[in-house]
């Protein structure tokens, strides 16, 4: 080693025989240090930068590793767990981890504090049960997270906290049945995630109206098959809003999104989503459902209205076109008649008229990568504003009560105001009767509240009773004759209670027929 470094040569001669075994000493353990950072694990296949360690039965990972590897695979082994010291030094140059098919059922809090440029991490089939707050602290550039196939059943909000790179997150067949809406929205949020898998958990049902909201984008990533849902219009609306929007999630698993009619406490009944139609959702349900995926909008008028295009290839190198009720076609940078296309591709319209009502047809062209989408959303406008809304329904409503008491008024002047017409005279007093003169005629009438129908069919019509005169009269040819004092008395009595309809009984009662008593 010496003659080939002439300096280091002439050097050592200038030392004691001592002095230069303990130089030579020196360089050789420096060298020795020096050749252990390339040192491939004796169990491990190594290629450049890449160690492959499958299939060992290892309880840990190895110590001996290099400084330099990009790529650890240590899949197919009995590991249990991952503590913060499983490295023996800061692999900064590490970007893929494989861990699957273990046996690891702790993760320890910072466990990946020596590999801070990791960007694949796969955790998947192993015996993770949860996944704790800040599990993940320090993998700032991670974008691909594997936990399928774990026994995962709970999911702590901050689990996957400082993640802000990730892009891709698989959590498939677990146990999860709570829906993690805090990877979309709050202080959890992730912000740059386009594909969660969720397939074969145990969800029942998600929470439609959120995930609706959701951008394209985002809603063409979400993978929810294979759970046990109960059967919802408003789940059956958006999973088929999938399939005819072609989305992935959708079509590729077309026969695993099923949903389930509980019949009673053992039993249920599997109904397909997507091809069956069972579920008798009313057109109402179905139409709120669309107005949350963002298909019908709905304005009043003078007001603002943007309507998003919400189209899966949107990105820096797309292109969108408006098309309008009218068939008018709208340009990027073109106002035209209230309505323009913003910087994002949605539609603004300043101010909505009537006119504006219709389907609009966003059209969508990705340059880059040769595909175009076209999406229809509906408009209706309402002919009022919103503060003459308001006034119209408290007129409604004014007018609906003025309208209940003026009724309500005229029902008690028909019962307690009506004009009396038949009984409701005072009774006259019946004439004291006199022994055997013709003064003994009695007068009665016939009391006018009968029962039921009778009553109704009446006319108020009176019969006058008259009692004969015992001493007939000559001259009369046998017929009755009537005291002037009661005849007189009887005809003022049915003249002042008689009616239109009454004419004809009066008369029958004094005509010149006999009356027999």
């Known amino acids: 080693m010496c003659s080939r470094h002439p ?215 979400l993978y929810l098959h294979a759970n046990p849902f109960t059967c919802d219009c408003s789940f059956y609306t958006m999973v088929t809003y999938w399939y005819n929007r072609r989305l992935k999630s959708a079509v590729d698993f077309k026969d695993d999104y099923r949903c389930y009619y509980q019949l009673d406490s053992k039993r249920s009944v599997s109904v397909l989503l997507i091809h069956d139609d069972l579920l008798n959702c009313s057109n109402s349900t179905v139409n709120g459902s669309f107005h949350a995926l963002g298909l019908i909008y709905e304005a009043h008028l003078g007001e603002r209205l943007v309507i998003n295009c919400d189209s899966k290839i949107l990105d820096s190198n797309t292109n969108v076109l408006w098309v309008t009720p009218r068939n008018e076609t709208l340009q990027p940078g073109i106002q035209d008649q209230g309505l323009q296309i913003l910087l994002n591709g949605s539609l603004e319209i300043q101010q909505v008229q009537p006119e504006d009502e219709g389907t609009y047809s966003c059209i969508a062209i990705n340059s880059r990568r040769m595909l175009n989408e076209t999406i229809e959303v509906s408009l209706k406008v309402h002919n009022f504003t919103q503060n003459g809304q ?60 009968e029962a039921g129908g009778e009553r109704k069919a009446s006319t108020c019509k009176r019969v006058v009773f008259l009692e004969p005169v015992k001493e007939p009269v000559k001259g009369q040819n046998g017929k009755m004759k009537l005291l002037p004092t009661n005849h007189s008395m009887a005809e003022k009595i049915l003249r002042a209670n008689r009616g239109k309809a009454d004419i004809d009984s009066i008369s029958s009662v004094f005509s010149d027929k006999l009356i027999v008593a």
């Open 7 to 221: 300096a280091l040569s002439s050097a050592l001669r200038g030392l004691t025989f001592r002095s230069q075994r303990v130089v030579l000493l020196l360089l050789l353990c420096a060298s020795m240090a020096g050749g252990a950072s390339v040192i491939c694990p004796p169990v491990c296949i190594c290629a450049s930068d890449i160690i492959t360690c499958t299939s060992k039965n290892l309880t840990a990972v190895p110590r001996t590793l290099h400084r330099v590897v990009t790529s650890l695979d240590v899949s197919y082994n009995s590991i249990s767990a991952l503590g913060s010291d499983w490295a023996p030094t800061i692999l900064d140059r590490l970007k893929t981890l494989v861990l699957n098919h273990n046996s690891i059922d702790f993760l320890s809090r910072g466990a990946f504090a020596s590999t801070p440029q990791l960007r694949y991490l796969d955790l998947s089939s192993n015996k993770l049960k949860k996944l704790d707050d800040s599990l993940f602290q320090g993998l700032s550039s991670l974008e691909t997270l594997l936990l399928y196939n774990n026994q995962v059943a709970q999911l702590s909000a901050g689990a996957f906290e400082g993640l802000y790179k990730l892009q891709k997150l698989y959590l498939s067949r677990n146990l999860i049945s709570h829906f993690p809406l805090q990877l979309y929205k709050g202080k959890w949020k992730l912000p740059l995630l386009e594909l969660l898998d969720l397939s074969f958990n145990k969800l029942t049902s998600v929470p439609v109206l959120q995930l609706t909201a959701l951008s394209f984008r985002l809603q063409s990533g």
């Open 390 to 449: 308001h006034s119209q329904t408290f007129n409604t409503a004014f007018t609906t009560l003025s309208a209940c008491l003026a009724s309500i008024i005229l029902v008690l002047i028909y019962l307690y105001l009506t004009p009396c017409r038949c009984w409701c005279k005072a009774k006259q007093k019946h004439r004291k009767a006199n022994g055997n003169s013709a003064h003994s005629s009695i007068l009665s009438t016939t009391p006018s509240h």
